[in-house]
């Protein structure tokens, strides 16, 4: 299985930082955050990684994970060259998956779990696309799946009054048909092709799994998550 780091977009919320550094290179604690969802790939197996940024931070990024830190990890690099969305940034990825099954993970995100075993699953016997959902105390931050029968039935995006605390990750699994689902999406009403689109086709065609996470998980998208996000590793290394 192959790894895919999405570490584009504006961080418009983490301004004025990231007016002048990708938001994904600013420090966790001691580490930038991409280093992160790196480790989560690679303590699951995973040694084949592709980073997908903007064409504006592409040269920092293959400064930073360069084979001489990271000799053990081949690294491909993509560049996003507009904001189009998370599901076209994944689609860069097509000629590097080589249909191989694919890890998704979003750049900033920061997990405590070990996915080795979802890793495992998914690629021996797994099929379609697995998302990662965890439980959250404030649902109506993030896309949360209602589920019956433990089965996923649909999404909510930031309700209001959500119907399920499972909050979705941004870590998921997805076979060769995610390349000729991304091109049939349409964009939505601000213009980009969203990953919950890609994940409702494989729901509407009965090929969508899932999987609970325990442990901590951080979305650093704004300054208090950071925050928070760096209190809790430097309490872990010590």
């Known amino acids: 299985m192959k790894g895919i780091i999405l570490a584009g977009g504006m961080g418009s919320r983490m301004y004025p930082c990231t007016a002048v550094i990708n938001k994904h290179l600013l420090p966790v604690f001691n580490k930038p955050m991409v280093y992160y969802p790196i480790e989560t790939l690679t303590k699951a197996g995973i040694r084949e990684i592709m980073v997908v940024t903007g064409k504006e931070s592409i040269e920092q990024f293959k400064k930073l994970l360069n084979p001489h830190y990271f000799p053990e990890i081949n690294f491909e690099f993509g560049v996003q060259k507009e904001a189009g969305g998370i599901a076209q940034a994944l689609g860069l990825g097509q000629a590097f998956a080589q249909e191989q099954k694919i890890?998704?993970?979003?750049?900033?995100?920061?997990?405590?779990?070990?996915?080795?075993?979802?890793?495992?699953?998914?690629?021996?016997?797994?099929?379609?696309?697995?998302?990662?959902?965890?439980?959250?105390?404030?649902?109506?931050?993030?896309?949360?799946?209602?589920?019956?029968?433990?089965?996923?039935?649909?999404?909510?995006?930031?309700?209001?009054?959500?119907?399920?605390?499972?909050?979705?990750?941004?870590?998921?699994?997805?076979?060769?048909?995610?390349?000729?689902?991304?091109?049939?999406?349409?964009?939505?009403?601000?213009?980009?092709?969203?990953?919950?689109?890609?994940?409702?086709?494989?729901?509407?065609?009965?090929?969508?799994?899932?999987?609970?996470?325990?442990g901590d998980w951080f979305d650093v998208d704004n300054y208090t998550e950071l925050l928070r996000a760096s209190i809790w590793a430097e309490s872990k290394l010590k």
């Open 103 to 214: 890890a998704m993970i979003l750049g900033d995100n920061i997990f405590a779990s070990d996915i080795s075993n979802d890793v495992s699953d998914y690629e021996n016997n797994g099929s379609g696309a697995k998302i990662l959902l965890k439980s959250v105390s404030r649902p109506e931050l993030f896309t949360v799946a209602k589920i019956e029968n433990q089965k996923i039935t649909g999404f909510e995006d930031r309700p209001f009054s959500a119907k399920s605390d499972l909050a979705v990750t941004g870590l998921s699994f997805y076979d060769k048909q995610v390349w000729q689902v991304i091109p049939s999406l349409q964009p939505s009403l601000r213009g980009e092709l969203e990953l919950i689109d890609v994940n409702n086709y494989y729901l509407r065609n009965n090929q969508l799994s899932y999987g609970l996470l325990e």
